[in-house]
């Protein structure tokens, strides 16, 4: 919720800058309520201390979120600039081709131990093809509708989906709020 609330100002004021879009007042009053949320967030973290994983300091990792935040609006904005005036079939190639370059040497450094120990079956493998698949769909769409909208367009759509997902939480699956 930290990475999908603080990329949208960062998206809006890159935009604002690098590719001369021009918002209006109540563009930046959701700036503003995206930074307050995301502070919310943030201190909550930290004061009330909720055990969510064993990581000791939540600030650093909260820190971390922020500048991955940065780096993701600043991907999006970049690819708003080349969808629009550059080849969208280009773009594509070449985030596949790099992608998988620096993805399986992340990989091989990061994760190969962990990789080893998964008891591989054909259960394990369609998860694989399927996760496979969804990224394939978002990644071959994203430039289209990044294309026919803006990348801020594409990151409230995405914020969108934390609502989403709390109300399947409430009514699918019957989680409850307090307590």
Known sequence: QLL????????ILLS????????????????VVCILGMGCM??????VGRQQGAGENK???????????????ISNVCEEYIVRNLSRV??????????????????????????????WDWQI???????S?????LYSFMPVVIKKTSATAV???????????????LFLFHYKVCG
Request: a negative charge; one cysteine or more.
């Open 59 to 73: 600030l650093i990792g909260d820190l971390l979120v922020l500048g991955g935040a940065t780096l993701y609006g």
């Open 125 to 131: 493998g369609l998860l694989y093809v399927g996760f």
């Open 16 to 31: 604002w800058f690098f590719l001369l879009v021009r918002y209006k007042a109540v563009h930046f009053i959701g700036i």
């Open 42 to 47: 943030a201190g909550a973290d930290v004061l």
């Open 133 to 137: 698949a969804c990224m394939f769909g």
């Open 90 to 119: 280009e773009f594509l190639g070449m985030i596949g081709l790099f992608g998988s370059f620096f993805s399986g040497i992340q990989l091989a450094i990061m994760e190969h131990k962990e990789l080893l120990k998964v008891p």
């Open 155 to 169: 990151n409230l759509s995405l914020l969108t989906a934390d609502l989403y997902s709390l109300f399947c939480g």
């Open 4 to 11: 999908d609330c603080f990329v949208i100002p960062v998206v």
